[in-house]
T-cell receptor, first 114, second 117 residues
Framework: AQSVTQPDIHITVSEGASLELRCNYS??????LFWYVQSPGQGLQLLLKYFSGDTLVQGIKGFEAEFKRSQSSFNLRKPSVHWSDAAEYFCAVGARGSQGNLIFGKGTKLSVKP | GAGVSQSPSNKVTEKGKDVELRCDPISGHTALYWYRQSLGQGLEFLIY????????KSGLPSDRFSAERTGGSVSTLTIQRTQQEDSAVYLC???????????????FGNGTRLTVT
């Protein structure tokens, strides 16, 4: 069965520092991979997605993620964090050839220190 | 509308009462999902509708939960005889699902925060 693990429940970084949020998935083949962000009181907004091709994908708001098949990982990165990036981040996996639902990790809450 | 719309945004109800939560998906999106988000638990899949196919109800936690989608558009999630553990944010999402693929992203509403007292 598919599963997604986000090992870090809460991360605090200083504004301007680099960021990496970890995501590991379990799936028998290459899945579709997504990162979503949720600001307080809001729904989830898609940051980026990986389907195939280049394993380094660029998203909105200066985020990028790298698919590493050997590590079953899809970590999210940003070179310089802004205070407005404080939010909760969710990694999700979807099965290829399926019209079914996405499986989400439990999320990582990001706090940004001034 | 421009996005997925959910109503009400907040609902407080007494234990044992029934509640209905509404979702208006993006026009033209054939797939509609309900998720439940509890504190520290991430998103829990509840139910999925795709066009005229039978819904995937595999995530519904008990028979007190049900959902319908009328005319392939608006969906209502109903919780009967609410319990305190039903307190959560209920998120609806839709996507323009293409046959044989799972790669179109989900578009989420802002959710309904349900509090059962």
């Amino acid at each position: 069965a598919q599963s997604v693990t986000q090992p870090d429940i809460h991360i605090t970084v200083s504004e301007g520092a680099s960021l990496e949020l970890r995501c590991n998935y379990s799936y028998g083949a290459t899945p579709y991979l997504f990162w979503y962000v949720q600001s307080p009181g809001q729904g989830l907004q898609l940051l980026l997605k990986y389907f195939s091709g280049d394993t380094l994908v660029q998203g909105i708001k200066g985020f990028e993620a790298e698919f590493k098949r050997s590590q079953s990982s899809f970590n999210l990165r940003k070179p310089s964090v802004h205070w407005s990036d404080a939010a909760e981040y969710f990694c999700a996996v979807g099965a290829r050839g399926s019209q079914g639902n996405l499986i989400f990790g439990k999320g990582t809450k990001l706090s940004v220190k001034p | 509308g421009a996005g997925v719309s959910q109503s009400p945004s907040n609902k407080v109800t007494e234990k044992g009462k029934d509640v209905e939560l509404r979702c208006d998906p993006i026009s033209g999106h054939t797939a509609l999902y309900w998720y439940r988000q509890s504190l520290g638990q991430g998103l829990e899949f509840l139910i999925y509708f795709q066009g005229n196919s039978a819904p995937d109800k595999s995530g519904l936690p008990s028979d007190r939960f049900s959902a319908e989608r009328t005319g392939g558009s608006v969906s209502t999630l109903t919780i009967q005889r609410t319990q305190q553990e039903d307190s959560a944010v209920y998120l609806c999402a839709s996507r323009q699902s293409l046959s044989g693929t799972g790669n179109s992203p989900l578009h989420f509403g802002n959710g309904t925060r349900l509090t059962v007292t």
